[in-house]
């Protein structure tokens, strides 16, 4: 069975961390480019970062600098680390798996519609 897994998310004080987890099973994320995005209240999803089946990352301007994406092949699972938090990065954050693209560039994360399976995302929540 297809299934991506997000974990990690909590309530954290602004200027805080938090590591987002998205497990796979049933298929090897390695082979698929994978997206991180989040949606909050009242608001369109974004695209936050994305890491192409070579390992090669993007980020969006808002995070740069801040967040950071990687990846575990031993444990099929990619990583969200999320430094210097604002309360303006609460919301659920999701990732997704993308077959489009090239091996060394993923689908920009400003294009959701280009990921096509979904995980059922974490909250994440900066607040003093």
């Known amino acids: 069975q297809l299934q991506l897994v997000e974990s990690g998310g909590g309530l954290v004080q602004p200027g805080g961390s938090l590591r987002l987890s998205c497990s796979a099973s049933g298929f090897t994320l390695g082979n698929y480019a994978i997206g991180w995005f989040r949606q909050a209240p009242g608001k369109e999803r974004e695209g936050v970062s994305c890491?192409?089946?070579?390992?090669?990352?993007v980020y969006v301007d808002s995070v740069k600098g801040r967040f950071t994406i990687s990846r575990d092949n031993a444990k099929n699972t990619v990583y969200l680390q999320m430094n210097s938090l604002k309360p303006e990065d609460t919301a659920v954050y999701y990732c997704?798996?993308?077959?489009?693209?090239?091996?060394?560039?993923?689908?920009?994360?400003?294009?959701?519609?280009?990921?096509?399976?979904w995980g059922q995302g974490t909250q994440v929540t900066v607040s003093s």
């Open positions: 997704a798996r993308s077959a489009v693209g090239s091996y060394y560039v993923c689908p920009s994360p400003k294009s959701p519609s280009l990921y096509g399976y």
């Open positions: 890491m192409s089946r070579a390992g090669i990352t």
